[in-house]
């Protein structure tokens, strides 16, 4: 059965910095990855989508890696922005199976 | 901008009290799940859909929770009887099965009150 876990939970940064956020997947055959933003009453936002058989995704200031032997994705945010406190979530997408989704990390940029 | 709408944004009911959650998936998607979503238990999977056939329900309590497609442009999950332990934000999502560069695309979901 697959799991993903998410770390930090949690994280506090000042704006300016870059960050990285971890993903974590126990079963490496899957068909994509993906990481979505939640904001406060808000639905899910997809923002980077890795195909099986990329190793990584940018867009803009973000730039997501996936290493499937290893089980791990990472999302990059590149010079953090207040606009950027959410929580992030990702999500692996097995063969055949459905989307399953990590616990989150909640992030907070402070001005 | 293509989008998947859900209606109602709130609902607050008593206990004992018949639930309908709607949602309009993105035109041609073909696939659409419905998601519970609690501070407690995260994002749980209560069911899917591909081409409007139920696919796994297995995360719906089936002696109260139903969820039907009667058409492409529309699915429903209903409560009944609700109860508080039902009370949480639901989430409908619709994508494109067997295409892996086909982002999930999710509501703004239905945050439900039993009261």
């Known amino acids: 059965k697959q799991e993903v876990t998410q770390i930090p939970a949690a994280l506090s940064v000042p704006e300016g910095e870059n960050l990285v956020l971890n993903c974590s997947f126990t079963?490496?055959?899957?068909?994509?990855l993906q990481w979505f933003r939640q904001d406060p009453g808000k639905g899910l936002t997809s923002l980077l989508l890795i195909q099986s058989s990329q190793r990584e995704q940018t867009s803009g200031r973000l730039n997501a890696s996936l290493d499937k032997s290893s089980g791990r994705s990472t999302l990059y945010i590149a010079a953090s922005q207040p606009g950027d406190s959410a929580t992030y979530l990702c999500?692996?997408?097995?063969?055949?199976?459905?989307?399953?989704f990590g616990p989150g990390t909640r992030l907070s940029v402070l001005p | 901008d293509a989008r998947v709408t859900q209606t109602p944004r709130h609902k607050v009911t008593e206990m004992g009290q018949e639930v309908t959650m709607r949602c309009q998936p993105i035109?041609?998607?073909?696939?659409v799940f419905w998601y519970r979503q609690t501070m407690m238990q995260g994002l749980e999977l209560l069911a899917y859909f591909r081409n409007r056939a139920p696919l796994d329900d297995s995360g719906m309590p089936k002696d109260r929770f139903s969820a039907e497609m009667p058409d492409a442009t529309l699915a429903t999950l209903k409560i009944q009887p609700s109860e508080p332990r039902d009370s949480a934000v639901y989430f409908c999502?619709?994508?494109?099965?067997?295409?892996?560069?086909?982002?999930?695309?999710f509501g703004n979901g239905t945050r439900l009150t039993v009261t």
């Open positions: 035109l041609g998607h073909n696939t």
């Open positions: 999502a619709s994508g494109l099965a067997h295409a892996n560069n086909s982002p999930l695309h």
């Open positions: 079963d490496s055959a899957i068909y994509n």
């Open positions: 999500a692996v997408n097995p063969w055949g199976q459905n989307f399953v």
